[in-house]
């Protein structure tokens, strides 16, 4: 799986790949990451990337040229690159959409500033356009990284124990049932009694009803696909 990051800013996301799980994946060859900065790609002899909106407005927006060609640069290369859009203005993006996109081979994540992009980009080149959340943040690298990182752990072998996928948040519309581990008692506070029996039948029923329980409570919309599914 590779995967290229449109930014004005790489260095805000590179750090993330330095460490932990996704470094692995990228040494192991599992994902690669790219980057393509527009500014490299502006013919504007003040090397400007951004424009005030035509019919007014606050703020900037990113103009069509520099991010155009960014990307007719990366389709050139490969015709397959799937390109996706981060902005608020946009469905939110879901577990089953990462378990989905992970199937792909290139997936090119677009990172909007200032108040935006010029929408015929968008219209041009994007094959899906996604949210994470009903907020507005200052630039979509943070939203290009969520999505990565959410992908990258259904690609296989990057969790290396692919068996934890099938037991966390989201699958089957509901939440993680709690998790525990030693020591027993802390603070006075105990494990749940039947989690040290051993019984892994009863341990597997009663966390789907805890995951139920927590469900209800956090997110009743999850609550009622996941009473869907059971029946």
């Not at 927006?61 to 981060?86: E, G, H």
């Not at 199937?103 to 356009?129: M, P, W």
């Not at 506070?189 to 789907?208: A, F, P, Q």
């Amino acid at each position: 799986m590779h995967f290229t990051f449109v930014t004005l800013f790489p260095q805000i996301i590179q750090g993330y790949f330095s460490d932990s799980i996704l470094k692995r994946a990228i040494d192991e060859d599992k994902i690669s990451i790219e980057y393509q900065n527009p500014r490299d790609y502006t013919t504007d002899k003040h090397n400007r990337v951004d424009a005030p909106m035509i019919g007014g407005g606050a703020g900037m927006l990113m103009t069509p040229q520099p991010l155009i060609d960014t990307l007719k640069s990366i389709k050139d290369k490969n015709p397959q690159a799937y390109i996706v859009f981060m902005t608020p203005v946009a469905k939110r993006f879901v577990q089953n959409d990462a378990k989905r996109l992970a199937k792909k081979e290139h997936i090119v994540l677009v990172s909007g500033r200032y108040e935006g992009i010029d929408e015929r980009v968008i219209e041009l080149y994007a094959n899906e356009v996604f949210s994470i959340g009903d907020y507005i943040l200052t630039g979509g690298e943070l939203a290009s990284m969520v999505v990565c990182d959410a992908i990258s752990r259904n690609v296989e072998g990057v969790l290396g124990n692919n068996a934890s996928l099938e037991v966390e948040s989201y699958e089957d519309a509901l939440l993680e049932a709690p998790s525990f581990t030693k020591p027993n008692i802390y603070e006075d506070k105990e494990v749940i009694s039947e989690y040290l029996k051993g019984n892994h039948s009863k341990i597997t029923d009663l966390k789907r009803g805890l995951a139920l329980c927590k469900t209800k409570f956090f997110r009743p919309d999850l609550y009622k696909k996941g009473i869907a599914y059971e029946k």
